[in-house]
T-cell receptor, first 110, second 115 residues
Framework: GQQLNQSPQSMFIQEGEDVSMNCTSS?????WLWYKQEPGEGPVLLIA?????ELTSNGRLTAQFGITRKDSFLNISASIPSDVGIYFC??????????FGQGTTLQVKP | SQTIHQWPATLVQPVGSPLSLECTVE??????LYWYRQAAGRGLQLLFY??????ISSEVPQNLSASRPQDRQFILSSKKLLLSDSGFYLC??????????????FGDGTRLSIL
């Protein structure tokens, strides 16, 4: 079946640093989504990507839909303490179902 | 704007007891609805999805069932809970669009602990 490999699994960085995480799939996806989840809450949609090569920003966050359609990355610039949380990628192919990565846990040291 | 509500926020139940978790969506019609389970704060496992009233698809064999008695109401149930049913349960909705790959919007979840 379809699988998503999200990396890194966790990151511990200094405030002000840039962050980069990515997801790769075993098959072609038509949609890539990035979510952030804070403790005790549901994931919140950050960015949605629908076209290969698409680069979309949301404040300090930037995500790209890989041109091979098998990968996507999320960058966070100038991290701040409130960026702490678990970041999930999710993708879907022609089956229509969303598949979620295992998450990247981000910790920011002030 | 659309909102999604889940309750209760936390629940502690004994093994063998029944379960009913409720999810409702406001501000949209004919949404796709989903139930996920998240173990140990990590990945999300899709349990059920629904594209309409009384139309439920199950993704994994398990001790749980889902029902959609109204357009914007999605219920997760069990007749007898197992220890392995513990976890964080999330309800989500997306715009009805033929496929279920539209962005999904999540509720705040229910933390279920089985004793």
């Amino acid at each position: 079946g379809q699988q998503l490999n999200q990396s890194p699994q966790s990151m511990f960085i200094q405030e002000g640093e840039d962050v980069s995480m990515n997801c790769t799939s075993s098959s072609i996806f038509n949609t890539w989504l990035w979510y952030k989840q804070e403790p005790g809450e549901g994931p919140v949609l950050l960015i949605a990507l629908y076209k290969a090569g698409e680069l979309t920003s949301n404040g300090r966050l930037t995500a790209q839909f890989g041109i091979t359609r098998k990968d996507s990355f999320l960058n966070i610039s100038a991290s701040i303490p409130s960026d702490v949380g678990i970041y999930f990628c999710a993708g879907s192919s022609n089956t229509g179902k969303l598949i979620f990565g295992q998450g990247t846990t981000l910790q920011v040291k002030p | 704007s659309q909102t999604i509500h889940q309750w209760p926020a936390t629940l502690v139940q004994p093994v063998g007891s029944p379960l009913s978790l409720e999810c409702t969506v406001e501000g949209t019609s004919n949404p796709n609805l989903y139930w996920y389970r998240q173990a140990a704060g990590r990945g999300l496992q899709l349990l059920f999805y629904s594209i309409g009233i009384d139309q439920i698809s199950s993704e994994v064999p398990q001790n749980l069932s889902a029902s959609r008695p109204q357009d914007r109401q999605f219920i997760l149930s069990s007749k007898k809970l197992l220890l392995s049913d513990s976890g964080f349960y999330l309800c989500a909705w997306s715009v009805l669009g033929g496929t279920i790959n539209q962005p999904q919007h999540f509720g705040d979840g229910t933390r279920l602990s089985i004793l």
